[in-house]
């Protein structure tokens, strides 16, 4: 069964046992792998924002931990990068706010509660899903490139190769920009002539101060690519959602952005969360010449403000893996100071950036 290897995941971290506890409690809830449509979750009364605040913050350090110890390739990584998606949606508009009123809660040895795990699922529609059930298998979208695996049975999830890579290569990507008060500007003042880099742009973003950004991008040598025009629904949730005609008219808008202000079709395409159909994707890559594009390694850039932490931890998770598609965002204070260092260490430590390019020709198979 799926949650066994989260589960085994969560007791090899010894340093959390309230947490595994507290998620094992909740394995044995019916409501959470019935075979029935789930109820929504129970509202909880009277919640204050602190409160909310606690819950998803002790949540979301949790889920973070394990996607940081997994293996990229694995469901335990990818169900907890898919957990901690969700919950940093849900902290965004509640701030900081809370953290003064749970300032006694010790969060390091709280999980997710049984109300944050319903939320969760379904989020992600996984309530739906049977106990060792496999409702659809992986579905290769190019052999030795690009797969869908289905976490939790249902959910698709683009699973990246880098295969193509040579020790000591990596590629850099950035997510969710541009960001127009300077953290993009900065990015690109570090990385031009050292670091051909991919921005996985957002269509909502590009208005006259995104525009000037991306085309900056692109005259400095970058790849301006899809992510998506929301990320993804209008309202944060996955592209399944929606039908593959909405989504290909979302990127259509957002290729026509790229497209007009630096002359470019975007040459890669990352579907927020990771999360497509495979045919949406198959519809995408066709219409619009894109490749299709995961990451093998996760900084967690938005996992912590510290960017001490930040750099010891992708350093150590590039130094583990000895290359690879490395996904940061251009929209954090710490992941942009931490992009600078990062730039020289590579160097420093005979990595290689190359160019995006290598990617398509991967894809198109020469
Ligand atoms: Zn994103």
């Known amino acids: 069964?799926?949650?066994?290897?989260?589960?085994?995941?969560?007791?090899?971290?010894?340093?959390?046992?309230?947490?595994?506890?507290?998620?094992?409690?909740?394995?044995?809830?019916?409501?959470?792998?019935?075979?029935?449509?789930?109820?929504?979750?129970?509202?909880?009364?009277?919640?204050?924002?602190?409160?909310?605040?606690?819950?998803?913050?002790?949540?979301?350090?949790?889920y973070s931990e394990i996607a940081f110890r997994a293996d990229p390739d694995t469901e335990a990584y990818r169900e907890a990068y898919l957990a901690a998606s969700y919950l940093r949606a849900r902290l965004e508009p509640l701030g900081g706010a809370g953290a003064?009123?749970?300032a006694r809660i010790d969060l390091d040895f709280l999980g997710p509660d049984r109300a944050t795990l319903a939320e969760i699922s379904d989020?992600?529609?996984?309530?739906?899903?049977?106990?060792?059930?496999?409702?659809?298998?992986?579905?290769?979208?190019?052999?030795?490139?690009a797969t869908i695996k289905y976490v939790?049975?249902?959910?698709?999830f683009l699973v990246q190769s880098d295969s193509f890579l040579d020790k000591g290569e990596v590629i850099?990507?950035?997510?969710?920009?541009?960001?127009?008060?300077?953290?993009?500007?900065?990015?690109?003042e570090t990385n031009e002539g050292a670091a051909p880099s991919i921005f996985f742009v957002l269509g909502s973003k590009l208005g006259p101060a995104g525009r000037?950004?991306?085309k900056n991008e692109s005259?400095?040598?970058?790849?301006?690519?899809?992510?998506?025009?929301?990320?993804?629904?209008?309202?944060?949730?996955?592209?399944t959602r929606y039908s593959t005609e909405q989504v290909l008219a979302d990127l259509g808008k957002t290729a026509d952005l790229i497209k007009g202000a630096t002359g470019n079709d975007p040459a890669f395409f990352r579907p927020p969360y990771g999360v497509i159909a495979p045919q949406a994707l198959n519809a995408a890559i066709n219409r619009f010449g894109v490749t299709p594009m995961g990451w093998t390694i996760d900084t967690l850039d938005?996992?912590?403000?510290?960017?001490?932490?930040?750099?010891?931890?992708?350093?150590?998770?590039?130094?583990?893996?000895?290359?690879?598609?490395?996904?940061?965002?251009?929209?954090?204070?710490?992941?942009?100071?931490?992009?600078?260092?990062?730039?020289?260490w590579l160097k420093d430590n005979g990595y290689k950036v190359v160019n995006p390019d290598r990617a398509s020709r991967a894809f198109r198979g020469n």
């Open 1 to 62: 069964m799926k949650t066994a290897v989260l589960l085994a995941a969560l007791l090899a971290l010894n340093s959390l046992p309230a947490a595994a506890g507290a998620f094992e409690n909740s394995l044995s809830s019916d409501n959470l792998f019935s075979a029935e449509i789930p109820a929504p979750p129970e509202p909880v009364i009277d919640e204050t924002p602190g409160a909310a605040w606690a819950r998803y913050t002790a949540a979301l350090n949790f």
């Open 100 to 102: 003064a009123k749970s």
């Open 123 to 145: 989020f992600f529609g996984w309530g739906s899903v049977m106990k060792d059930e496999q409702l659809s298998p992986p579905v290769t979208i190019k052999a030795g490139f």
């Open 152 to 156: 939790k049975g249902n959910t698709p």
């Open 172 to 188: 850099l990507t950035f997510d969710d920009g541009p960001d127009t008060h300077g953290l993009t500007a900065s990015v690109l």
């Open 212 to 214: 000037a950004v991306i």
């Open 219 to 239: 005259e400095k040598g970058h790849e301006v690519s899809l992510h998506g025009y929301w990320h993804a629904t209008e309202t944060g949730k996955p592209f």
């Open 302 to 344: 938005w996992s912590t403000k510290d960017p001490d932490e930040l750099f010891e931890k992708t350093t150590s998770l590039i130094r583990q893996r000895g290359k690879g598609i490395v996904l940061m965002h251009d929209i954090h204070p710490q992941s942009v100071r931490v992009n600078v260092r990062l730039i020289k």
